[in-house]
């Protein structure tokens, strides 16, 4: 499933590539919260399994675009639900001695790792975005501006360290780096 589509893309970026690099962002943001922020979080493993699973029940809804998705909240919550269907359909599709291993990760409810995993999702989404600009699409712009406002919302001293620390080498080249 192929993300932002309704965006000109310099290249596609599909679901599963998407959900990869959310994996390896929490990760990331729960180590530097515990090991260099010194705070009190969840576990970096929980956090990277999370991640992957993250957007799983987009295999039988899609991508649905932010602008749509968020359009009023009326919309929200309705799509808050759908993507719950769905991960429930998912669930009872997979053998019954596993469905309580995966239920927590397919259905988002694990509230001591959802904050990280939709810090790394933003920060995904904006690494995406620094992507596309520097390959010349403006198109991104817009979409930059609102994420990095998303993510400084959060108020995550891991997100924000991670921003301030780490995020520039994302604008960087090879040769640069």
């Given at each position: 499933?192929?993300?932002?589509?309704?965006?000109?893309?310099?290249?596609?970026?599909?679901?599963?590539?998407?959900?990869?690099?959310?994996?390896?962002?929490?990760?990331?943001?729960?180590?530097?919260?515990?090991?260099?922020?010194?705070?009190?979080?969840?576990?970096?493993?929980?956090?990277?399994?999370?991640?992957?699973?993250?957007?799983?029940?987009?295999?039988?809804?899609?991508?649905?675009?932010?602008?749509?998705?968020?359009?009023?909240?009326?919309?929200?919550?309705?799509?808050?639900?759908?993507?719950?269907?769905?991960?429930?359909?998912?669930?009872?599709?997979?053998?019954?001695q596993l469905r309580d291993s995966y239920e927590h990760l397919v259905l988002e409810d694990d509230e001591t790792v959802n904050p990280?995993?939709?810090?790394?999702?933003?920060?995904?989404?904006?690494?995406?975005?620094?992507?596309?600009?520097?390959?010349?699409?403006?198109?991104?712009?817009?979409?930059?501006?609102?994420?990095?406002?998303?993510?400084?919302?959060?108020?995550?001293?891991?997100l924000d360290w991670f921003i301030d620390e780490c995020l520039p080498a994302f604008s960087l080249n090879l040769d640069q780096l």
């Amino acid at each position: 499933i192929t993300r932002w589509g309704l965006m000109r893309n310099t290249f596609s970026e599909n679901i599963q590539e998407h959900s990869h690099q959310v994996a390896i962002l929490a990760h990331a943001l729960a180590l530097i919260r515990r090991d260099i922020l010194k705070l009190e979080g969840p576990d970096p493993d929980r956090c990277a399994v999370a991640a992957l699973y993250h957007d799983a029940s987009e295999i039988l809804t899609g991508d649905l675009p932010t602008p749509i998705k968020y359009y009023n909240p009326d919309i929200k919550v309705a799509y808050k639900q759908v993507e719950r269907i769905a991960g429930e359909r998912l669930l009872t599709m997979l053998p019954q001695q596993l469905r309580d291993s995966y239920e927590h990760l397919v259905l988002e409810d694990d509230e001591t790792v959802n904050p990280i995993v939709k810090a790394a999702d933003k920060l995904s989404a904006y690494i995406k975005c620094i992507e596309e600009q520097k390959g010349g699409n403006s198109e991104f712009d817009s979409a930059a501006a609102q994420t990095m406002a998303s993510m400084k919302e959060m108020q995550l001293p891991e997100l924000d360290w991670f921003i301030d620390e780490c995020l520039p080498a994302f604008s960087l080249n090879l040769d640069q780096l």
